[in-house]
C-alpha cells in the first residue's frame, strides 16, 4: 500500500471528520520556536565586506566600527552674526550703559581672519567664520548698533558664547559609528564631514529563488489552458530586497529530482524552493536535501506553512517553502526572512510596523499550533478576514497585517488586545 | 545703520539675557501648523505616471486601480493528494465501513485529465490537478487504502470539498489594488498570477538638492583648513530617497545671487536650498524667491529650525533648510518631507516608526514653540539628550529618535508618556 497509508495518523481518524490537512503525512512536527532556534543558530553574520560609495550607502550595515579622523568642527568658529569681541570688554553692556568698540575688520566662513582682537576692538564676524584671535566670544548682531569703523554694545557675553569649539561636534578619534550600523541619512552626513568617501558595509546575502511546480508559468506570461502563472518568485525577490538580501530573481525548474537537485546547490548562502516541500510523492527537495545534506526541519505546528522545512546543504541555508502563496509568504517571513537578515548583520525581527488593538470578533487557533492570521484595522479594531482557502493570496492584499497566535494559545476572545503587524 | 538694527525685535531685549538667537531677525514666525497647512495645499500628487518591470515595483505608488483580467485559478482544481470522486460514493465511508471504487486515471496539475469519473469510479488526483468532469470533491489520500486498481474509502468527503473553484482567490474584473496603493511584495506576487508584467506608476517627484556655503567643501573630500565639509548634501540625498523622490546628488553653489537664482530655477518639482535661509546679508535665497516666486513662509515657532523658509518658483516648491545639520534634518522632516511624499502620492505622515514610553527626566520647552528634541531609548524610557549647540549632528546619530513638543506646551515632566518617533 501507499506511502500515505504508512505515515498515516489514525489518532486524526478518531477525531472524526476530516484531519488538519495541512499537517498530512508529518508524524513529528516541530514548533515555531523550535525553528526559530535552528535558524539563529544557522544563520551566522556574513564576515566578508564590501565598500560602496557613501551616496549608495543608507540602508546598509556597517562591516566594523568608524572612528573619525578628523575634528569637526577644525577650527573655533563663531556661532551667529555679530562681533567677535573679548568678552571682558562688554562686560556690563545693555541699552542704557552700551560699551564703545573699535572694529578692526571682518570675519568670513572659509578663510581665516588676518586681523586679531586686541583690547578695546572687536571683528565683525558672520556665522561659520573662524573666530578672530584674541576674541573669546562673539556678541549677536541684535545687541550692537554700528557703522563702518565703531560699534556700540547694548548687551554682554560671558567668555565662550556663541563660539563654536574645534571638535566641539566630533572629537578626532572618538567612535562615530559602531559595527552593524544600519545606515540611516544623518549617519552619512556625519560620515561625509569627516571625510569618508567609502564605507565598508557587509556584503549582502546571495539568495537563489527556486519556483518549482510543472503546472507553473513563469511570472511576466498570461495565464492559460491549466496551467497558474507564479506569484511566489516575485513576491520573494521583493521580499529578499526588503530584508538587505540580493537575488537573481526566481529560477522556474520542474518537478525533477536532478533539477531541483542542481537548484539547490547553487553558488549562494541561502536557497529559497518554492513548491514541493511536503511528503507527496512529487515532493522531491526534502529528500534531496535530507539525503545531500541536513534536513533539520521538516513540518512546523503552524498554520498556514505546517509543510514547511529548513536544513543545509554545505554551506547553503535552505528554506523549503510551501507552494501556495499564503504559506510561502508566512513561511518566509517566520524563517527564511529572519535568516536573511541574519546572514546580513541585521535584526532577527520581522521588519513590521506593530500597533495594538482591540479584537472585533474572536480569533480561535489551537494549542500546539501557531497561527498566522490576516486582518484588517477597521475603525481601531482588528478584524480577522475570513479565509475560504490557505491559497488564498488575496486575503494578504486585503489585510493591513497579521496577528500570531502562538502555541500556547486556544485564540484570543472578542475585545482581546492583540499585536497586529503591519504590512507594508 | 545696518539692517539688523531694523529688525531687531526690541521686546528680545527687554527680556533681559540672550535673546532666541534661533529667531533673531525675525519679525513675525509662523507656526508648525501653518507651514503643514501650507505644505498640504501646495503640495498635490504628481498626475504622471510611468510604467515599470512588475520585479522593480515593490514601494512604487500605483498611478491607477488594477482590475484583474483573469480568473485565479482559471479552472477547477484539487487542492490536496487524493482521489477524485464523486461525493454520494463515498457517502458513509469509514475505517469500519470502507467503499471500494475502480480507479480509471491520474489527475496531474499542469493538464486536463483525459479521463472522467463516473459512478464508481475515481481518479488519482495530485494537489493542483484540474479537477476530472464528473468530480466533486477530492478524498484525501490518508482516507485511503490502494492499489494501482482499487481504491477503498476510509472516510466521507461532502461536495465541493478540498477542491478549489475557479475564479476562488481572484475573479475576473474585480480590483485587485486602488490608485495610490504602495505597492507590497505579496501585491506584486498577485499582479504576476494574473498575468501583469508592466506596472503604471506614479513618476517620481524630482528633486534639486541645493548646498550653499562658500565655507563648505563637497561631500567626498577631506575637510581641510577653515573649511568644513558638507553634511547635509548626503544627508538629504538619502532622505529623499527614502521618501521616494528621485535627485541627481547635490549641487554646491557659493554665497552669489546669481548662482542661487539659477539654482532655484532647476527644472524639477522641488528644490532643497541647504544654508543662507535666514535674513543675513548673505541670506540670498529668501530675497530671491520672494522676489521672483512667492515666500510663502519664512521664520518658524519652532527650534531648532526657525529661520526655515518655503515658498513656490513657477511650479517649483522651494525649502529654505538652515545649513546647520540637525535643523536641516529638522527642517525637512517636519515640511520638505512631506512634501516629497504628497507629491508622490503617498502619506504625508513621517515615516518614522512611533512608540510611547515614559520620560525618565523633564523635557522643558515654551508656549508658542514646537520643539524637536533628540533622545535616547533607556531601559524603555525616554532620555533626553543634552545638546550644547544646535549643530551637533553627531546627537543625531547617538539618539535613537526624537519627540515632539508641541507649540501649546511647555514641556513634559519626569514621567510623562511621550511619543518617540524611531530613527532609522
Redesign the interface.
Same mark, same amino acid.
Given at each position: 500500500? &501507499?506511502v500515505?497509508?504508512f505515515v498515516?495518523?489514525p489518532s486524526?481518524?478518531s477525531r472524526g471528520g476530516?484531519?488538519d490537512?495541512r499537517m498530512?503525512?508529518f508524524r513529528h512536527r516541530k514548533s515555531v520556536v523550535d525553528a526559530w532556534n535552528w535558524v539563529s543558530h544557522a544563520a551566522r553574520p556574513i564576515a566578508d565586506s564590501e565598500s560602496v560609495p557613501?551616496?549608495e550607502s543608507?540602508g546598509r550595515v556597517l562591516a566594523s566600527s568608524v572612528v573619525s579622523p %578628523?575634528d569637526?568642527?577644525?577650527?573655533d568658529r563663531g556661532?551667529?552674526?555679530g562681533f567677535a569681541v573679548r568678552s571682558g570688554d562688554v562686560q556690563g553692556a545693555s541699552?542704557q550703559n552700551p560699551l564703545e568698540l573699535e572694529i578692526v575688520g571682518e570675519a568670513?566662513?572659509? %578663510?581665516?581672519c588676518s586681523q586679531e582682537v586686541r583690547p578695546g576692538t572687536c571683528i565683525r564676524s558672520? @556665522?561659520?567664520?573662524?573666530l578672530p584671535s584674541g576674541a573669546d566670544a562673539v556678541l549677536?548682531?541684535?545687541?550692537?548698533?554700528?557703522?563702518s569703523e565703531r560699534m556700540r554694545a547694548?548687551?554682554s557675553?560671558p567668555p565662550g558664547?556663541?563660539v563654536?569649539r574645534r571638535g566641539?561636534? =566630533?572629537r578626532r578619534g572618538a567612535e562615530?559609528?559602531p559595527t552593524d550600523r544600519?545606515l540611516?541619512?544623518?549617519?552619512?552626513?556625519?560620515?561625509?564631514?569627516?571625510?569618508v568617501?567609502e564605507v565598508q558595509v557587509r556584503r549582502r546575502p546571495r539568495v537563489a529563488i527556486v519556483i518549482t511546480? !510543472?503546472?507553473v508559468l513563469p %511570472?511576466?506570461?498570461?495565464?492559460?489552458?491549466?496551467? =497558474?502563472?507564479?506569484? !511566489?518568485?516575485?513576491?520573494?525577490?521583493?521580499?529578499v %530586497?526588503?530584508d538587505g538580501g540580493i537575488s537573481g530573481?526566481p529560477d522556474y525548474v520542474r518537478d525533477d529530482p536532478a533539477a531541483i537537485g542542481e537548484a539547490l546547490r547553487r553558488p549562494v548562502d541561502v536557497v529559497l524552493v518554492s513548491g514541493g516541500s511536503s511528503v507527496?510523492?512529487?515532493d522531491y527537495a526534502p529528500r534531496i536535501l535530507a539525503e545531500e545534506g541536513e534536513l533539520a526541519i521538516h513540518g512546523i505546528a503552524m498554520r498556514p506553512s505546517s509543510p514547511a522545512g529548513m536544513g543545509t546543504l554545505g554551506e547553503r541555508l535552505v528554506f523549503l517553502l510551501p507552494?501556495n502563496?499564503v504559506s510561502c509568504?508566512c513561511a518566509y517571513d517566520f524563517f527564511a526572512g529572519m535568516a536573511v537578515r541574519l546572514l546580513g548583520g541585521r535584526s532577527p525581527e520581522m521588519p513590521y510596523?506593530t500597533i495594538r488593538a482591540p479584537l472585533c470578533r474572536k480569533l480561535s487557533s489551537e494549542v500546539g499550533r501557531t497561527d498566522y492570521a490576516r486582518v484588517r484595522l477597521v475603525d481601531g479594531e482588528i478584524e480577522p478576514i475570513a479565509i475560504?482557502?490557505a &491559497? =488564498?493570496?488575496?486575503t @494578504?492584499?486585503e489585510a493591513d497585517g497579521f496577528v500570531i497566535i502562538a502555541e500556547d494559545s486556544e485564540g484570543m476572545a472578542e475585545g482581546d488586545e492583540a499585536i497586529l503587524h503591519l504590512?507594508?
Open positions: 500500500m &501507499s500515505y497509508a498515516m495518523d486524526q481518524l476530516l484531519p490537512v498530512h503525512g557613501l551616496p543608507r %578628523a569637526v568642527p577644525g577650527f556661532m551667529m552674526d541699552p568670513f566662513p572659509g %578663510a581665516p558672520m @556665522t561659520g567664520a573662524p549677536p548682531v541684535e545687541y550692537a548698533e554700528y557703522d547694548l548687551g557675553v558664547k556663541h563654536g566641539e561636534d =566630533i562615530l559609528l544600519v540611516r541619512p544623518q549617519d552619512l552626513g556625519v560620515l561625509a564631514s569627516v571625510g568617501s511546480g !510543472n503546472e %511570472a511576466g506570461v498570461q495565464p492559460r489552458g491549466h496551467q =497558474i502563472v507564479d506569484a !511566489n518568485g516575485p513576491m520573494l525577490e521583493a521580499l %530586497a526588503r530573481g507527496g510523492a512529487e507552494g502563496p509568504l510596523r475560504s482557502g &491559497s =488564498i493570496l488575496r @494578504t492584499v504590512y507594508d
